[in-house]
C-alpha cells in the first residue's frame, strides 16, 4: 500500500484545512498522526473500513473531523479552528490498532506511511 499526503498549510488561528491520504492499494484501517519539532509522534485520529468507525484523541475531538471518499480511495481530516497547537508535520498511516481507546501505528516494519505534510498555524 501506498499512500500520498497533502493539503497542508499555513493558517491563522480558528482557521481550517483539509488533509487528504491517497490511498494506493486496499486499506482497512487509516490514522492520522502529528509530530511537532522536539515533541513526541501522537495520534490524531482514525478511521475504519468500511464501517467507518472513527476514533479520536481529545485534542481533535470536536475540531477535527476524519472521512473516506471510497470513489476517491482518499482518507480526509478537516481540521476546523485550528490552534498554534496543531503545528505539526501530519502524517497518514495504515494500518493502525485501536487498544483501549489509544490508537497505536503500524508496527515497525509493517504497513506504510504517508511522506508528511506540514501544518503551521499563526497570527
Known amino acids: 500500500v501506498q499512500l500520498q499526503a497533502s493539503g497542508g498549510g499555513s493558517v491563522q488561528p480558528g482557521g481550517s484545512l483539509k488533509l487528504s491520504c491517497q490511498v494506493s492499494?486496499?486499506?482497512?484501517?487509516m490514522g492520522w498522526f502529528r509530530q511537532a519539532p522536539g515533541k513526541e509522534r501522537e495520534a490524531v485520529s482514525c478511521?475504519?473500513?468500511?464501517?467507518?468507525?472513527?476514533y479520536y484523541a481529545d485534542f481533535s475531538k470536536g475540531r477535527f473531523t476524519i472521512s473516506i471518499d471510497k470513489a476517491e480511495n482518499t482518507v480526509h481530516l478537516q481540521m476546523n479552528n485550528l490552534k498554534p497547537e496543531d503545528t505539526a508535520v501530519y502524517y497518514c498511516?495504515?494500518?493502525?490498532?485501536?487498544?483501549?481507546?489509544?490508537?497505536?501505528?503500524?508496527?515497525?516494519?509493517?504497513?506504510?506511511w504517508g511522506q508528511g505534510t506540514q501544518v503551521t498555524v499563526s497570527s
Open positions: 498511516a495504515t494500518p493502525v490498532t485501536v487498544i483501549g481507546g489509544t490508537i497505536w501505528p503500524p508496527t515497525d516494519g509493517f504497513g506504510s
Open positions: 492499494g486496499n486499506c482497512y484501517s
Open positions: 478511521i475504519s473500513n468500511p464501517d467507518g468507525t472513527t
